[in-house]
T-cell receptor, first 115, second 109 residues
Framework: GAGVSQSPRYKVAKRGQDVALRCDPI?????LFWYQQALGQGPEFLTY????????KSGLPSDRFFAERPEGSVSTLKIQRTQQEDSAVYLC?????????????FGQGTRLTVV | GESVGLHLPTLSVQEGDNSIINCAYS??????FIWYKQESGKGPQFIID?????DKRQGQRVTVLLNKTVKHLSLQIAATQPGDSAVYFC????????FGTGTSLTVIP
């Protein structure tokens, strides 16, 4: 596709349920980022991949959050035993490696609501 | 700590007027900055970027100014239109992007 694609667009989960959020980056983009955006706030960094390597996961809020990108393209953000505080929009972005134009392109996000 | 923050959370302007949105950053090692526009229910959309070796960059109706001495960025939108109503974020890039809280711009017809 032409842009970053995220699915699902909306997800309602019961507290304690596991969820998986998918990101399809722009073809050829080796860098991939996950962000969490609470209502009325700016995006907060979660984790960063370059190809299949997870280079930075310092923003993941707890060990319930896990991200993978096994083939260096599609990425999945998994949240185990969801809590109400996990309710947010989860944004994925992709970019070329630094030095070749580092503009990051964002998907529309997945809105997660934990009830 | 590291932070990127905005001076004003909301801004209302009359259609046709110019808008100025400000942003402060704290990490002097940052060498690349981006302004994003985010409309309701959508992801952030790239507007314009600037590298630290520049003071000013112009796009279509938008200009970004960078003052490294006081670690300040501004986004100027000329002849603001109703379609410009959105939340605007500045983002500071090192390995990942650090975002501020955002400024909500409302254009009054």
């Amino acid at each position: 596709g032409a842009g970053v694609s995220q699915s699902p667009r909306y997800k309602v989960a019961k507290r304690g349920q596991d969820v998986a959020l998918r990101c399809d980056p722009i073809s050829g983009h080796v860098s991939l980022f996950w962000y969490q955006q609470a209502l009325g706030q700016g995006p907060e960094f979660l984790t960063y991949f370059q190809n299949e390597a997870q280079l930075d996961k310092s923003g993941l809020p707890s060990d319930r959050f896990f991200a993978e990108r096994p083939e260096g393209s599609v990425s999945t953000l998994k949240i185990q035993r969801t809590q109400q505080e996990d309710s947010a929009v989860y944004l994925c972005a992709s970019s070329l490696p630094k030095g070749r134009g580092t503009e990051a392109f964002f998907g529309q996000g997945t809105r997660l609501t934990v009830v | 700590g590291e932070s990127v923050g905005l001076h004003l959370p909301t801004l209302s302007v009359q259609e046709g007027d110019n808008s100025i949105i400000n942003c402060a950053y704290s990490n002097s090692a940052s060498d690349y900055f981006i302004w994003y526009k985010q409309e309701s229910g959508k992801g952030p959309q790239f507007i314009i970027d600037i590298r630290s070796n520049m003071d000013k960059r112009q796009g279509q109706r938008v200009t970004v100014l960078l003052n490294k001495t006081v670690k300040h960025l501004s986004l100027q939108i000329a002849a603001t239109q109703p379609g410009d109503s959105a939340v605007y974020f500045c983002a500071e890039n090192r390995n990942q992007f650090y975002f501020g809280t955002g400024t909500s711009l409302t254009v009054i017809p």
